[in-house]
Structure formats: C-alpha cells, structure tokens
C-alpha cells in the first residue's frame, strides 16, 4: 500500500495518503473535494535505478527497464 502525495484543485491544500492501488481516488481533508495525484521527489524504477523518462505515471509506462 503506497503512501502518495495529493494536492486539492478546490483550496490547494496538499497532503499524503495511504492508499491501495495507484489509482484509487482520494478526497481533500480540509473541503472533501477529489484531489489530484502530486508528482513531486525522484522517481525510481524496480531495480532502484533512476528511468531515463519516467512520468511517474504507471498505467500508461511502457514499464521500467
């Protein structure tokens, strides 16, 4: 279970949450909006090298090599 990073479109409030999957939605502590994903901090591969283009994007990578 992934801890991902959000940010409200509504307030601008952003915040971490613990969810399951990737693409599961998540919803602003502060207003209950539905919150957008935050792509911030580096992002690495399965093998723990650094991806030459990585989105952070799973679900339209063509995988991690």
């Not at 399951?20 to 901090?41: H, I, L, T």
Request: net charge positive; proline share 8%.
């Amino acid at each position: 279970m992934p801890i991902l990073q959000y940010r409200c479109p509504q307030c601008g409030k952003e915040f971490e949450e613990l969810v399951q999957k990737f693409d599961d939605p998540a919803y602003c502590p502060a207003c209950k909006a539905k919150a957008e994903r935050a792509w911030s901090g580096k992002m690495f591969s399965a093998t723990g090298t650094k991806p030459a283009h990585c989105s952070g994007n799973c679900k339209t990578c063509g995988g991690c090599k």
